[in-house]
């Protein structure tokens, strides 16, 4: 059977985004219980620049040791069904769908092959592609932080460093959809945008730095890392909790110090490594959200495929508004 190509970007190690390549490499083929998926959009994240930077090192036991294991990077797709593997039941040619490959990457490419059981679901009629692929980034994993690691409640008092990224504007709607009381941070050039995504307060990093305020808070959702526990401790409530997706050395040590001792805790979590039943399952509640029209992804940028390098330059200037995305198709 001859092999068909396609076209896709590869990482050649661990670097900045120069490792970056546009290649043309075979497409995959699906396997019985899979589903080919022509891609339309794919995300370039954060978490994809930390990623390939190879950075923390700890990372290197999941991806690979010298140089990414998978060596397309991306992980969010939206796009068509292309093809499925003979065991395929719930999927069928044609139809729009997206998800996300957690640790498999593989998405910034013109196709990517995954498993009906893996965490996909079919787009609903009125979402866009470009929304889509970025689903499984900010939403994904700030619905994580906030209902199963901060178990948030209604009335709580929430702030959220860095509300106006992926993971931030993500969590300022989430946040106010289950009844809390929002405090967005940002610089200044954003404050307008967190307001319009429901904040009930915005503060201008630039102006006021939140850890020296009189206000008191039920958990820190620091989407960014710029803080710390150490730091936020004294505008946490008794039992307040801070938490942040990025992981370094000091929040580790802060983590196991707060487990042991006292009543404010510091917490970490890698959302893509839950099991796929639990992605998937937070994945269907992200959607019921979206159709109740409480949340609505933020785009910031579009890069074409060729371009992803690019893109991950923009990323890593640290000032993106939301989502950037990659269109293939």
């Known amino acids: 059977m001859k092999t068909i190509q396609m076209k896709a970007v590869l990482a050649t190690g661990y670097g900045s985004a120069e490792v970056l390549q546009l290649s043309r490499v075979s497409r995959p083929e699906p396997k019985p219980d899979e589903i080919l998926v022509k891609v339309y959009a794919s995300s370039a994240t954060r978490a994809d620049s930390m990623m390939l930077s190879g950075k923390p090192y700890i990372g290197r036991l999941f ?53 009906e059981q893996g965490v996909i679901l079919p787009m609903p009629d009125n979402m866009r592609y470009e929304e889509a692929a970025s689903f499984c980034d900010g939403p994904l994993t700030s619905i ?15 702030l959220i460093n860095g509300a106006a990224g992926s993971l931030g504007s993500a969590a300022v709607q989430l946040a106010k959809y289950f009844g ?6 940002c ?6 945008l967190v307001k ?10 630039r102006q006021q730095d939140f850890t020296q305020l009189d206000e008191k808070y039920d958990f820190i959702y620091d989407t960014v890392g710029k803080s710390t526990f150490s730091k936020s401790k004294q505008v946490l409530k008794p039992y307040g909790m801070y938490l942040s997706p990025v992981l370094k050395f000091p929040l580790l040590l802060e983590m196991i110090r707060t487990s042991l001792f006292g009543k404010k ?18 994945l269907s509640e992200l959607l019921s959200i979206y159709r109740d029209g409480k949340l609505k992804p933020v785009i910031d940028r579009q890069f074409p495929l060729e371009k992803l390098a690019e893109a991950h330059r923009y990323i890593e200037l640290g000032h993106k508004k939301g989502n950037v995305v990659i269109v293939t198709a």
């Open 196 to 205: 319009s995504l429901g904040a009930d307060h915005v503060i201008d990093y």
């Open 144 to 158: 994580n932080f906030l209902k199963e690691i901060a178990q948030i409640q209604a009335g709580e008092k929430v």
């Open 180 to 185: 809390a009381e929002v405090t967005g941070v």
């Open 187 to 192: 610089s200044t050039g954003n404050v307008g």
């Open 63 to 115: 991806n690979g040791l010298k140089k990414p294991k998978n060596p397309i990077p991306g992980t969010g797709f939206a796009g068509v069904v292309e093809s499925v593997g003979e065991a395929v039941k719930s999927f069928k040619i044609g139809e729009r769908v997206f998800g996300e490959t957690t640790l498999s990457f593989s998405t910034n490419a013109e196709y990517v092959a995954i498993a």
């Open 265 to 282: 805790k510091a917490k970490f979590a890698a959302t893509g490594l839950k099991s796929v039943d639990e992605l998937r399952d937070m």
